[in-house]
């Protein structure tokens, strides 16, 4: 498989040497990124930049979508979240997932749901999953400007090549493993202040100014981020907000497993009503994660219903 384009370079070319590097190609389940923190190099092009035209427009729009989606797209959005909560900085930030890490790496497979995604179907993932909504048409407006603005912040990347700063830069899970206790400490004395006492996140006029946790409005069982290895990544690298990288690794991971310790809306793949079948099938081997795992005797992945 990896193989594969390769080959098919040097049949179209005939100028490629069997010595050169393999073209870089993705093949997850989900991302791996060494936990390097090599500095990124890349630099997204600054909104000045962006031409006064019909390209111009659609870059304003997809931005647009990308950090008020809720509000702008709520036929597609099921819960309380933008996409700018978890690619912070408008998905321009080294090291939360930025789009211009992202966008040259596509299509790639992904064992998620077993074929090779086109850009448009990953966004579709985070629109099912971290936004617990219905992913708008892949030949939509919306998702042609989703799209036009992540190339466009992806200006003079290569393609096909793992940047530094993509994904959120993997840490490594701590010999002893983690602690919900010791991770409802850190949550209290670090977190609670902007995310709420009980996950819920603030709202100002009926909208979040603060994203939720858990609970109904938050990331579904489905999603990336229900992995405690994947939050503690993202944890790590991102917060508290204004103090990224504060947190020892072994903070990071119990804050991560005390917040998916908590209810939050059910996988939308649930197979036949069933906790233990969808476990099995859907996250048995996906990272370190409690779905369908009993935490004090009671039962993790029932779905949110408050
Ligand atoms: C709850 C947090 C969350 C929200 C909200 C979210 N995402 Fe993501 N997104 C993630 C995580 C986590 C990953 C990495 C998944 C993995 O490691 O498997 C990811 C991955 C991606 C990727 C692929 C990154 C790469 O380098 O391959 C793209 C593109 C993306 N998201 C776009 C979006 C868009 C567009 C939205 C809004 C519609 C959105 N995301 C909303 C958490 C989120
Ligand atoms: C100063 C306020 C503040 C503090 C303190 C803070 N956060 Fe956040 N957090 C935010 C904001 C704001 C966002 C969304 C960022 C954006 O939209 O640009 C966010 C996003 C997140 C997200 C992804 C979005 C979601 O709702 O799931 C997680 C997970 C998260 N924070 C966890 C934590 C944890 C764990 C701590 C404590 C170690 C923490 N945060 C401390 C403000 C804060």
């Not at 000045?48 to 035209?53: F, M, R, V």
């Not at 069982?221 to 229900?226: D, I, L, N, T, V």
């Given at each position: 498989m990896r193989m594969l384009l390769p080959t098919l370079l040097l049949l179209a070319t005939g100028t490629a040497s069997a010595t050169q590097a393999p073209i870089a190609m993705d093949d997850q389940s989900q991302l791996n990124v060494p936990g390097s923190q090599a500095t990124p190099q890349f630099a997204p092009p600054s909104e000045?930049?962006?031409?006064?035209?019909a390209f111009g427009k659609m870059v304003r729009e997809g931005h647009a979508l990308f950090v008020d989606t809720r509000r702008l797209m709520p036929e597609a959005v099921g819960n309380g979240m933008n996409c700018s909560n978890c690619h912070l900085d408008q998905g321009r930030l080294a090291h939360s997932a930025p789009l211009w890490g992202a966008?040259?790496?596509?299509p790639a497979y992904r064992k998620k749901n077993d074929k090779v995604n086109t850009f448009a179907e990953r966004i579709q993932g985070c629109f099912q999953f971290s936004m617990n909504g219905k992913p708008p048409a892949a030949d939509s407006p919306q998702m042609t400007a989703l799209s036009v603005y992540a190339y466009w912040l992806s200006t003079k990347a290569p393609t096909g090549v793992e940047i530094a700063g993509r994904g959120y830069p993997e840490v490594p899970q701590p010999k002893g493993g983690y602690d919900f206790a010791r991770g409802q400490q850190v949550y209290r004395e670090q977190c609670a202040i902007c995310h709420g006492d009980n996950g819920e996140g603030q709202k100002v006029a009926g909208e979040y100014v603060m994203p939720p946790l858990w609970g109904k409005d938050s990331y579904n069982?489905?999603?990336?981020?229900?992995r405690i290895n994947t939050a503690a990544s993202f944890i790590k690298h991102n917060m508290p907000l204004g103090k990224a990288g504060s947190l020892s690794d072994q903070q990071a991971w119990d804050v991560a497993a005390w917040v998916n310790r908590h209810e939050r809306p059910q996988d939308p793949r649930l197979v036949e009503g069933s906790v233990e079948k969808t476990r099995l099938k859907f996250?048995?081997?996906?990272?370190?994660n409690l779905y369908g795992q009993k935490v004090e005797g009671v039962l993790i992945g029932q779905g949110s219903g408050n």
């Open positions: 000045n930049d962006i031409p006064d035209n966008y040259p790496m596509y069982w489905g999603a990336g981020m229900h996250h048995a081997n996906d990272g370190i």
